[in-house]
């Protein structure tokens, strides 16, 4: 292999590890917004904030249209706006949601450790079903299973499918998935959406105990 094509090649993966450094950064700068919104912003100041995510959200989108994680998060900011702002406007929130988590499944599918199928799962156990929405108990509990056989002992998963059993009756059940999310270990550089999340698990398990 001669000089110039030996300098080419360290170019161009210098370049390649340059843009996947800005793309982690830039993805753990959306975590941490999406947490202080979702856990520390008061409920008045929650619908402006989101906006300003999901602004951000499009524009990670356009900076990497190849790149399967910022259509995941812009989802989740969508769907959590929705959730937040409610109105006519979240249904296509929602529906958008589920389009760019589509696209990410295509491009790759195992994606921020099972994500999309997470986010895929609690849409569908959450959004109304027909002739209102596309939300659909059977697709829920799939997708969700799909997540969790991606990552088992993850908070997230373990704590949509149990939210999603509780919601379905099934106290014993939503009781033991809920332990495994309250149980699962950190995520690096996470700390305040697995201190959210772990607030939430407790207030889901307190639920399902009470049913039984």
Do not use: C
Not at 126 to 141: L, R, S, T, Y
Request: no cysteine; proline share 5%; charged share 25%.
């Amino acid at each position: 292999m001669n000089l110039k094509l030996l300098i080419l090649l360290g170019v161009l993966l210098a370049t390649g590890n340059t843009a996947f450094a800005g793309l982690n950064e830039d993805i753990l700068s959306i975590q941490h917004q999406w947490a202080r919104a979702s856990y520390e912003t008061p409920a008045d100041a929650q619908e402006q904030a989101f906006k300003d995510l999901t602004a951000a959200g499009r524009k990670l989108v356009e900076r990497y249209p190849d790149r399967a994680e910022p259509k995941v998060w812009l989802a989740i900011t969508l769907s959590s706006d929705a959730g937040v702002n409610g109105g006519f406007s979240a249904l296509g929130k929602v529906k958008e949601a589920r389009r760019l988590l589509d696209a990410a499944e295509k491009m790759d599918p195992n994606v921020l450790n099972g994500s999309v199928y997470t986010s895929l799962g609690s849409l569908y156990y959450q959004v109304p079903g027909w002739p209102i929405g596309f939300g659909n108990d059977d697709k829920a509990e799939a997708y969700l299973k799909k997540a969790l056989a991606i990552n088992p002992k993850g908070i997230d998963p373990n704590y949509f499918y149990g939210d999603f059993l509780l919601e379905s009756g099934d106290y014993a059940q939503a009781i033991t998935y809920l332990t495994r999310a309250r149980q699962a270990p950190g995520r690096p550089g996470r700390p305040l959406a697995d201190a959210g999340r772990r607030t939430q698990i407790e207030k889901k398990l307190n639920q399902a105990r009470s049913k039984l």
